[in-house]
C-alpha cells in the first residue's frame, strides 16, 4: 500500500525536508503597475488534520481518472470539492469550525511558457505555513500569515497544462509567531489575492521612495532593486522631474528635487511614480512627509500631531480574515465617523489594501507583526520567523506615507531573551527603512504605578496597553502613572477599553453592560487627556471581533471591547464619547 511503501522511519523525516523557509523577504517583488493573471476562484479542497498528504504525497500524483488509479489515495487532488480563493476555510461549513491543522489547495493553470521570460507567483497571504507544489515537485515553503510571498515558477513550468498544489497549515505551535495562544480566532487558508506575474529575465525587483527628512521637503530619494540591469530611469510626470539611476550589484539609488506639495490626512495628496529599467516597468502611487519626534512630541511634516485613533482587527463575522474593498471602506468611515486621524492595524500585517486606501484617504496607520504575549524568545527560529515577516511587511508597504509607524511586538514579559529579540527586530525595522518610527505595545508596573520596560530604550514611541476600569480596578492609579513616570518620549496608549454585550443577552448595567463601557471611557478620557506626554490614543476596538478563548455568557466566541458590534453597523455608547472627546482634541489643534 502507498502508506507502507512510503513509510519514513521517524515521523519528522516526512516533513523536514518541506520545512525550507525558502520563500520569505528575498524573493518577494513589487508587484504593483503590473499586469497579473489572476489564479482566485474555486480551487480543489481538502482538510487533512493528520498531514497524510506530505506522507502519502498527494503532491507527487499524476492527474488520472479514479478508475485509472492503481494505488489507494486517501484523497484524490483532482476531483472533489472545490473552495474559493481568497476565503478563509472555517467559515465555510459548519462542520470546519473549530479545526486547525493541513489544508490542501489544487488547481490547474494553462499556460505556454515563452523562453527568457520569467512567472512569478504570488500569495498574497496564506495562514500560516504553507507548502508551494509545482507539477509533482516541491518549489518552497513560506512561514507567516500575514505577508505576501513570491515564488520563481519558470523551471518548474511545462507548456499546457500545469498544477499548482498547496498545503497550508495554520496549527498553532509554541514556537511561531504568534504562538498557540492568542486572543483572535485562528482562521486558516489562502485568505488573500493569488496572482500569477509574467515578467522579462532582467526585471526590476522593488522600488523604496520617500522624502529626505532634511527639513527642506524638497528631496526624493528612490532606491532600486534590480536582476540583469544596470539602469533604471525613474520618472514624477506631476512634479516634471526624472533620472537615470546606475544600478551596480542589483542596486542603485538616486535623489530628485521638486517642489511637490506633502502629504497630511488633510490634504492626502499622492504622486505616480514610475521606474523603467529594459522591458520592465513598475509603478507606485507615493504621499511625500516626515515624521519624526522631538521630546514628548510626534511632528508629521514638522508639526505636533495628536493621534486621534482606534485599533482594529482584520476580523469579519461572515468571512473572517477575508477582507474586501467594501469592508476596508466601511472601517475608514466609521473611523472618519468618529473623528480618527489614526488606527493601528493589530496585530498582524492587514491587507495590503488598507495601507493604499490610508494613503488616499488620509489616516496615519501603526502596522505590526504577531511577536505576541510569550512566544520562544530564546528560540533562533521563531526570531528568524519574526524578521522576515518583518521584512515582508515593511518590503510590502515602506512606501505608504500613512504607515508611520513599525511595531515590533505586543505585551511581553521583560525577560532578556526578549530584550534581544526585539532589540534585533527594531534594528531590522530601522536597517530596512530608517524613515519611520519604531514602537511596541510595552509593559506597565502595575505595583509601582509607573512605565516600566528595558524595550522603551530601543523605541522611538512607547505604546502603553492599560485596562483601568476593567482588568484593572483602580482609575487613582492610572493617574498616578501619569504622575510617576518620565518617558522622555511620546507615548501612545495602544489600548484601553472594556467589554460590552449589546445583545438581547447583554446586562443592563456592571460588568459587560453598554453604559460601563461608556463610563469606562470616560474616566479613562478624563485622566489622559491631562498626562502631558500622552500624544495619541488607539483604544480597543472598533469592532467587537471572534475568538475561540472567551467563552462566557456575554462573549460567547466573541470579544465585545468594539465600539460597534460584531454586525459593523449598530454602534454602542461609548463611541459617542469617544467621538466628543476627539471633536474637543481636533478642534483644540486647529
Ligand atoms: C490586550 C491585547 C489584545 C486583547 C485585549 C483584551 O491587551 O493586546 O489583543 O484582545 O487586551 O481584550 O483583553
Not at 522511519?9 to 520569505?24: G, K, W
Not at 494553462?110 to 509533482?136: E, S
Not at 505551535?173 to 483572535?184: G, K, Y
Amino acid at each position: 500500500l502507498a502508506g507502507n511503501a512510503l513509510r519514513a522511519l521517524h515521523e519528522e523525516d516526512y516533513f523536514r525536508p518541506f520545512e525550507t523557509c525558502d520563500l520569505n523577504a528575498e524573493t518577494l517583488i513589487h508587484t504593483r503597475g503590473r499586469q497579473a493573471l489572476p489564479l482566485d476562484g474555486a480551487w480543489n479542497f481538502c482538510v487533512d488534520l493528520l498531514d497524510t498528504g506530505l506522507r502519502q504525497r498527494w503532491y507527487a500524483m499524476e492527474p488520472a481518472s479514479p478508475e485509472e488509479r492503481d494505488l489507494p489515495w486517501d484523497y484524490d487532488p483532482y476531483v472533489g470539492e472545490t473552495v474559493p480563493v481568497p476565503s478563509c476555510w472555517q467559515m465555510l461549513r459548519e462542520k470546519w469550525y473549530f479545526f486547525e491543522g493541513s489544508v490542501w489547495y489544487t488547481r490547474p493553470l494553462d499556460l505556454t511558457p515563452v523562453p527568457g521570460r520569467r512567472y512569478i507567483l504570488r500569495i498574497g497571504a496564506a495562514q500560516y505555513d504553507c507548502k508551494l507544489f509545482v507539477n509533482g515537485s516541491f518549489v518552497g515553503n513560506h512561514a507567516g500569515g500575514s505577508t505576501p510571498f513570491c515564488a520563481d515558477l519558470t523551471g518548474h513550468l511545462r507548456p499546457g497544462r500545469n498544477w499548482l498544489m498547496l498545503c497550508v497549515n495554520n496549527t498553532r505551535t509554541l514556537d511561531r509567531v504568534p504562538m498557540r495562544n492568542s486572543d483572535w480566532f485562528n482562521y486558516g487558508g489562502i485568505y488573500r489575492e493569488v496572482a500569477l506575474y509574467d515578467l522579462p529575465e532582467a526585471f526590476l525587483r522593488s522600488m523604496f521612495v520617500h522624502l529626505v527628512a532634511d527639513g527642506n521637503n524638497r528631496r526624493i530619494r528612490i532606491v532600486v532593486e534590480a536582476e540583469g540591469l544596470s539602469c533604471a530611469t525613474v520618472e514624477i510626470p506631476e512634479l516634471g522631474v526624472s533620472g537615470e539611476i546606475a544600478v551596480d550589484g542589483g542596486r542603485g539609488e538616486i535623489i530628485l528635487e521638486a517642489a511637490l506639495e506633502l502629504w497630511s490626512p488633510e490634504n492626502p495628496r499622492l504622486y505616480d511614480v514610475i521606474l523603467r529599467g529594459g522591458d520592465d516597468e513598475i509603478r507606485d502611487r507615493v504621499g511625500f512627509r516626515t515624521v519624526v519626534v522631538r521630546g514628548h512630541e510626534i511632528l508629521l511634516n514638522g508639526r505636533p500631531v495628536w493621534l486621534r485613533g482606534i485599533a482594529v482587527h482584520e476580523d469579519d463575522m461572515l468571512t473572517g480574515k477575508c477582507t474586501s474593498e467594501e469592508d476596508l471602506r466601511r472601517r475608514f468611515l466609521h473611523a472618519r465617523e468618529l473623528g480618527c486621524n489614526f488606527l493601528r492595524l493589530a496585530h498582524y500585517p492587514h491587507h495590503e489594501r488598507a495601507a493604499e486606501l490610508a494613503d488616499e484617504l488620509g489616516f496615519l496607520l501603526w502596522e505590526e507583526i504577531p511577536v505576541y504575549w510569550a512566544i520562544d524568545f530564546a528560540n533562533p527560529r521563531t526570531f528568524e520567523d519574526a524578521r522576515n515577516q518583518l521584512t515582508e511587511l515593511i518590503r510590502r508597504d515602506r512606501n505608504r506615507a500613512s504607515v508611520i509607524f513599525w511595531s515590533v511586538g505586543n505585551e511581553n514579559a521583560d525577560t532578556d531573551a526578549r530584550l534581544a529579540f526585539m532589540t534585533a527586530l527594531a534594528s531590522t525595522a530601522r536597517d530596512e527603512d530608517g524613515t519611520r518610527l519604531i514602537t511596541a505595545a510595552c509593559l506597565v508596573n502595575h505595583a509601582a504605578c509607573r512605565i516600566e520596560d528595558r524595550l522603551v530604550d530601543c523605541l522611538d514611541v512607547i505604546g502603553i496597553n492599560e485596562y483601568y476600569g476593567w482588568y484593572e480596578n483602580d482609575f487613582a492609579d492610572l493617574a498616578a502613572i501619569g504622575r510617576n513616570s518620565e518617558p522622555g518620549k511620546p507615548v501612545l496608549i495602544s489600548e484601553t477599553g472594556a467589554d460590552a454585550d449589546i445583545s438581547d443577552c447583554g446586562p443592563e448595567r456592571g460588568l459587560f453592560s453598554e453604559s460601563y463601557q461608556a463610563e469606562v471611557y470616560r474616566r479613562q478620557l478624563e485622566i489622559l487627556r491631562a498626562i502631558p506626554w500622552v500624544q495619541g490614543m488607539s483604544p480597543w476596538i472598533l469592532y467587537d471581533f471572534r475568538v475561540e478563548r472567551r467563552q462566557n455568557v456575554f462573549q460567547r466566541g466573541y470579544n465585545r471591547k468594539g465600539l460597534i458590534a460584531a454586525d459593523k453597523a449598530t454602534k454602542k455608547e461609548a463611541f459617542r464619547v469617544l467621538s466628543e472627546f476627539y471633536e474637543e482634541v481636533a478642534r483644540m489643534e486647529e
